[in-house]
């Protein structure tokens, strides 16, 4: 009796053994298999978040990118436009070849100028460079009549307060077709100083009116030379 009672201590004792340890070892199982899992989020997570960052400075990049290159479109467009462009040189040649003149640095292109009218624009919008290119019965309504001296034409046009007449030199045929060039400067009450240059002339056979007219309002007066210089270089072909 006692060595049966023994003999089946003991195998409650293995089983009890067995079962210990059975659980131990899924324990374990299940301990590294969710230390796996753990380690696999983990490392999926930061495989995603690093391909996040990725395609998020990539579309930076690419962002960066296309506001260069809209920029780079404006900065042609405003040097360019249907009516001619401005080369390397500062000249601005007229798309169908009628004249040519050389426009101050870093001015540009107004987008509305055309065949007729062109307009340049200075940097600060404050000064303005414009070219009329009128022909026909046109030409003849819309063209100045400038008198021999410049006091004579003092005489005649009043600009604003202190106008003072810098150069002129206007030269007539018998035909009434003219050549003329002058400058002046004035004040007007409601935005100051200004500075005026003018130059072109009138075909009275052709029935052609050609002319380039610079406004400066900047009070720095490198703007005005250059101005002038721009006005005195306006060539018609």
């Known amino acids: 009796m006692r060595k049966n009672s023994r003999i089946i201590t003991l195998a409650v004792a293995a089983a009890v053994m067995m079962a210990v340890t059975a659980c131990g070892s899924k324990d374990k199982t299940e301990t590294t298999a969710s230390t796996e899992?753990?380690?696999?989020?983990?490392?999926?997570?930061?495989?995603?978040?690093?391909?996040?960052?990725?395609?998020?400075?990539?579309?930076?990049?690419?962002?960066?990118?296309?506001?260069?290159?809209?920029?780079?479109?404006?900065?042609?467009?405003?040097?360019?436009?249907?009516?001619?462009?401005i080369g390397s040189d500062g000249v601005f040649k007229a798309a169908n070849g009628k004249f040519e003149i050389k426009v101050p640095a870093g001015w540009t292109i107004d987008e509305g100028s055309d065949d007729e009218y062109v307009t340049f624009l200075s940097a600060s919008g404050d000064d303005m460079l414009e070219i009329?290119?009128?022909?026909?019965?046109?030409?003849?309504?819309?063209?100045?009549?400038?008198?021999?001296?410049?006091?004579?034409?003092?005489?005649?046009?009043?600009r604003?307060?202190?106008?003072?007449?810098?150069?002129?030199d206007v030269k007539t045929k018998d035909d009434g077709s003219q050549t003329f060039q002058y400058s002046m400067k004035y004040t007007n009450p409601n935005d100051g100083i200004h500075y005026l240059a003018e130059s072109?002339?009138?075909?009275?056979?052709?029935?052609?009116?050609?002319?380039?007219?610079?406004?400066?309002?900047s009070t720095d007066e490198a703007v005005s030379k250059q101005v002038e210089e721009a006005v005195k270089s306006f060539k018609i072909k």
């Open 132 to 158: 009329m290119m009128i022909s026909g019965s046109s030409a003849d309504s819309i063209r100045e009549i400038y008198p021999d001296t410049a006091e004579e034409y003092k005489n005649m046009v009043s």
């Open 200 to 217: 072109g002339s009138y075909d009275a056979a052709k029935q052609t009116y050609s002319c380039a007219t610079g406004t400066v309002m």
């Open 37 to 85: 899992a753990t380690t696999e989020a983990v490392t999926t997570t930061g495989a995603e978040t690093t391909a996040s960052e990725v395609e998020s400075t990539e579309e930076e990049d690419q962002a960066e990118e296309e506001e260069m290159d809209e920029a780079d479109e404006a900065a042609e467009e405003t040097t360019a436009s249907a009516a001619g462009e």
């Open 160 to 168: 604003g307060d202190d106008m003072a007449i810098l150069s002129y």
